[in-house]
């Protein structure tokens, strides 16, 4: 009597045996539990709330708070540089190592600077910041000077009133990452070409009169890259 009052019981419940058979193997159909149904929901219901809220809301990404975290911090060491007097080539040159830097210094590149120098750098208003040739300088304190004081009368900004003092040093060092990237339609050069160290190769390089040198195997002042091949040795080492 006891066994016939189970078997309804077995019948009822939700886990049964499927009536197909491969290899001898029988499938049980066991519902998934509750806690996994609720996540697998609670993801779907979640994902869109996520990328209207990040991708296109208010929030904030992961990367892009990182970034404003390590600005902050090297705004933070920027200004106690500065307070020391201490903006040389190589601590100019040591912020190229920091990609967030970088990568923010691009953002504002795009933002700021490519009106007039061009998507890539290439030239346009402002001269080509991929070249060797330069009208205030290569080394990065000069680049640094330039893009701090501008050059008002020749229609470059002074930036220090726009930009925070670190983010001053990184753009700095991020026109410094651009030399020898060779952009599309590059502005003919301007100034004086110089080596990496500095040094004067060529002394004047006004457009216009853009013949290049005779070592030049080319006579339009650029060649399909826009560089002008003057001298091997301002290869970079
Ligand atoms: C309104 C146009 C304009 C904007 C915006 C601008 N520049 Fe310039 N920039 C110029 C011009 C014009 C010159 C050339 C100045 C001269 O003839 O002496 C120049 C020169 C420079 C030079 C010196 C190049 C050399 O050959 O010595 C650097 C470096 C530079 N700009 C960086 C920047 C950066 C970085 C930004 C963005 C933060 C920026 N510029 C935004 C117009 C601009």
Not at 140 to 157: A, N, Q, R, S
Not at 210 to 232: A, C, N, R, W, Y
């Amino acid at each position: 009597m006891t066994d016939h009052q189970n078997e309804p019981a077995i019948e009822t419940t939700e886990d049964q045996l499927l009536d197909h058979e491969y290899d001898g193997i029988q499938e049980y159909d066991n519902p998934l539990p509750l806690w996994w149904k609720a996540i697998f929901w609670g993801s779907i219901f979640f994902a869109p709330l996520y990328i209207v809220f990040f991708h296109f809301g208010p929030g904030v990404l992961p990367n892009d708070r990182y970034d404003d975290v390590m600005t902050a911090f090297y705004d933070k060491q920027a200004e106690e540089l500065l307070a020391l007097g201490e903006i040389t080539d190589t601590s100019l040159d040591g912020l190229k190592m920091s990609d967030s830097m970088m990568s923010t210094s691009k953002k504002i590149y795009s933002a700021r600077c490519a009106t007039c120098h061009g998507v890539f750098a290439e030239g346009g208003i402002g001269p080509n910041l991929c070249d060797d040739s330069w009208l205030h300088g290569n080394r990065l304190t000069e680049i640094y000077k330039t893009i701090v004081d501008g050059v008002p009368e020749k229609g470059m900004l002074a930036w220090k009133k726009q930009l925070p003092p670190g983010q001053l040093m990184a753009m700095a060092a991020y026109v410094g990452t651009l030399q020898g990237s060779n952009p599309p339609n590059p502005k003919p050069p301007q100034g004086k070409q110089l080596d990496p160290a500095g040094m004067v190769v060529v002394e004047e390089n006004e457009p216009g009169d853009g013949e290049p040198t005779e070592s030049s195997t080319l006579s339009t002042g650029k060649d399909e890259t826009g560089q002008i091949p003057v001298m091997p040795e301002t290869n970079k080492p």
